[in-house]
């Protein structure tokens, strides 16, 4: 049933049928378990010629204005409204969110076309003051070239077009290798895009998007390739510190969104019930299968026994199970695998002296699917497992009694992306946000780490630097500038007693 759906979607979403079968790669959901498709992969040879064909695209693509290819942007984001429900479903079917988050992940890619559209006409340069008289110095801002996209399974779609209206505004191709986990929104985002080139009309040359099914030599192709100066990578901290030496040997640039062992701290001030919310959500959300999920959670010793045997409650009480029928908050993980590693850092957790609320699997019809139930754990001191991001429903909860302390916790780990406080203390708010406070690169007061709006930059996650995509003014990874300067008087300035015959 799941499989005759998925077809029926793709379909109306233009991608033709003979690429959804006989293929070396299974497509399968998270939902059941079952295969729902069969998608041919590249080879790296593959993937070098298509990358080539998006080069020639790009050469053609800079020469057009930039508020006309805003316009290409403009007609993406009413081609995802139209098809926002298909699109939205398929997100559900082949990542298992619940509806209203695959749907929220389409509205992000119509609110990144919106932002882009507008940066088309805001591609701004400076101009400088110049120490030479009779001149005026001036930056420029130029298409880059081609741009790669990595993009992981839990946000199929929306981070591609993060990257891709920027880039696409910006005078650059893009060439996209989703996650082997999710190929098929992959195409239908593909599909979707060709819709809107076929309203745009010739300026927009073939070529200018394209998708690498394929594995880690495919995704390496990429990465490697000489014709792509910049490559936005989203994944775990191991893929990227494979990924960034390798385009550091070739001075290509890197946007590195990666894995967040994301914290918060609740204060004595803070509104409990605010808090409670948002922690819920923050963790449970996405089977704790996002990059912003709170997974670790520093509460103050005043409030620690008001907050926590609540949290354990709504931990004890949320509903797991098929996303796509009836009213399931948390849906399954993403495969067996995850399931695996989520048991193993119960196991530490246990064995450092946490007491575990939660983790067991739900059983369900499908043999195949891993629901969940999300786990509170409630640890003596930020210690083994803690330190380490698990890309599962996990919490650990742990006392603290010095703000100093709980700043110095927070920001003792390698990995993160996000942050948030609970507080209606000034002072904490702002030390929080201050560069002694949070060292990630979202930084919240009274809101949970996860979700991030269009318009601010995301990603900066702290041990590698990173990088940043989307908002503000992250458009200028894509482009190059050029410093330029113009002499309009009628000599020539030489340095102080230097001259030259030229008769």
Not at 123 to 144: D, F
Request: overall charge neutral; charged content about 20%; some cysteine.
């Amino acid at each position: 049933m799941l499989a005759q759906e998925t077809m029926a979607l793709l379909s109306k979403l233009g991608v033709a049928r003979e690429v959804l079968a006989g293929g070396d790669l299974a497509a399968r959901s998270p939902v059941t378990g079952e295969e729902i498709a069969r998608v041919r992969q590249l080879s790296a040879s593959d993937a070098a010629r298509t990358i080539d064909e998006a080069h020639a695209a790009f050469l053609k693509w800079r020469l057009v204005p930039a508020p006309r290819r805003g316009e290409l942007v403009r007609l993406l984001g009413e081609e995802l409204r139209a098809h926002k429900e298909e699109l939205g479903r398929l997100v559900s079917i082949e990542v298992g969110k619940i509806p209203s988050e695959g749907l929220g992940e389409v509205q992000e890619m119509i609110d990144i076309c919106d932002f882009a559209v507008g940066l088309s006409r805001q591609l701004y340069g400076l101009t400088i003051a110049t120490e030479r008289p009779g001149h005026r110095m001036m930056e420029t801002w130029h298409p880059l070239g081609v741009v790669g996209v990595i993009s992981a399974f839990n946000f199929p779609v929306a981070v591609w077009s993060w990257n891709a209206t920027l880039a696409l505004v910006c005078g650059d191709a893009v060439v996209w290798k989703p996650s082997e986990k999710t190929p098929l929104t992959a195409l239908a985002c593909a599909a979707i895009f060709a819709r809107a080139v076929k309203r745009f009309g010739s300026d927009a040359p073939e070529g200018l998007l394209k998708v690498l099914i394929g594995g880690a030599d495919v995704g390496e192709a990429l990465v490697d390739h000489p014709r792509v100066p910049l490559v936005s990578a989203t994944g775990s901290t191991r893929m990227g510190r494979a990924v960034g030496p390798r385009l550091s040997r070739r001075f290509a640039r890197a946007v590195l969104e990666l894995g967040g062992n994301n914290a918060g701290i609740v204060c004595p001030s803070a509104d409990l019930d605010m808090a409670l919310r948002a922690i819920a959500f923050g963790a449970m959300g996405t089977a704790g299968q996002r990059c912003t999920t709170l997974r670790r959670l520093f509460v103050h010793e005043s409030v620690y026994d008001q907050i926590v045997p609540r949290l354990r409650k709504a931990y004890e009480s949320v509903s797991v199970g098929n996303p796509l029928e009836g009213k399931a908050l948390v849906g399954p993980l993403i495969d067996k695998a995850a399931f695996d590693n989520m048991q193993k850092a119960l196991e530490a957790a246990k064995s450092a002296g946490g007491k575990v609320t939660g983790g067991a699997r739900v059983e369900t019809a499908h043999a195949d699917a891993y629901y969940v139930r999300p786990a509170i754990v409630e640890m003596p001191s930020q210690t083994g497992p803690v330190l380490e991001e698990t890309f599962a429903p996990i919490l650990y909860v742990m006392k603290y009694s010095d703000f100093d302390e709980a700043l110095g916790l927070h920001n003792a780990v390698g990995a993160g992306l996000s942050s948030s406080i609970f507080t209606r203390d000034l002072q904490e708010a702002e030390r929080f946000l201050s560069a002694e406070g949070s060292d990630c690169g979202i930084a919240n007061v009274n809101i949970g780490t996860s979700g991030a709006e269009i318009g601010g930059a995301f990603g900066g996650e702290k041990e590698t630097g990173g990088g940043r995509e989307s908002g503000s003014d992250a458009w200028k990874a894509y482009m190059r500038r050029s410093t330029n300067t113009i002499n309009y008087s009628k000599a020539l300035p030489l340095a102080q007693g230097v001259s030259f015959d030229i008769e």
